[in-house]
């Protein structure tokens, strides 16, 4: 099997962190400071079951200003190369504008969606359940996995969900 699997997502949720895990090597830059990953990196994940490439994308938002717009073009064209979205949330940040923005975008391009709780490592149990119910509420996710991109907790399961939908 293989694929491509894009990571979407706020700035700062993970996504660097969660690619360079799954890969093994530091290809994409990461960063405390939000909106490190400028432009669309490529890497691929190879396995017995198959290939994966991962699309980063820099967070796709509302823009603010010109660059803004720019990243959130460039997260945009990733959609037309993907066969699953992988959606990667953390869950200190509540459900506001920019979730519902990209769950509406998420909604017209029909591809299976992946949502990812990150950073469980830092919250209890119970508040990971609450945000799992939140964002049920919001569409309809094809799988929805609690992880830690820093710890490697759980990157198994999103890798095996991603080989499902390719
Ligand atoms: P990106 O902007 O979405 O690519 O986010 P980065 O991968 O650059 O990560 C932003 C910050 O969050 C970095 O300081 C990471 O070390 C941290 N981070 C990422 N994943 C985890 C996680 O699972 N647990 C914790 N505690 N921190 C994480
Ligand atoms: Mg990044």
Not at 126 to 144: G, P, T
Not at 146 to 164: D, M, Y
Request: positive net charge; charged residues 25%; contains cysteine.
């Amino acid at each position: 099997k293989s694929g491509f699997a894009a990571i979407i997502g706020r700035p700062n949720v993970g996504k660097s962190t969660l690619m360079n895990h799954l890969i093994g090597q530091k290809i994409a830059i990461t960063s405390r400071k939000p909106q490190t990953t400028r432009n669309k990196i490529q890497t691929v994940y190879t396995c017995e079951e198959g290939q994966i490439v991962f699309l980063d994308t820099p967070g796709i938002h509302k823009a603010k200003n010109k660059l803004g717009e720019y990243m959130v073009n460039v997260a945009e064209r990733t959609f037309k190369d993907a066969d699953v979205i992988l959606w990667l949330v953390e869950p200190t940040t509540f459900i506001g504008a920019g979730e519902r923005h990209i769950a509406e975008q998420l909604k017209n391009c029909k591809l299976p969606v992946i949502l990812v709780i990150n950073k469980v490592d830092t919250v209890k149990k119970e508040e990971v359940l609450s945000f799992i119910d939140a964002y049920r509420k919001i569409m309809d996710f094809a799988e929805i996995i609690p992880a830690s991109a820093l710890r490697g907790q759980n990157l198994e399961t999103v890798i095996q969900s991603i080989f499902k939908y390719l």
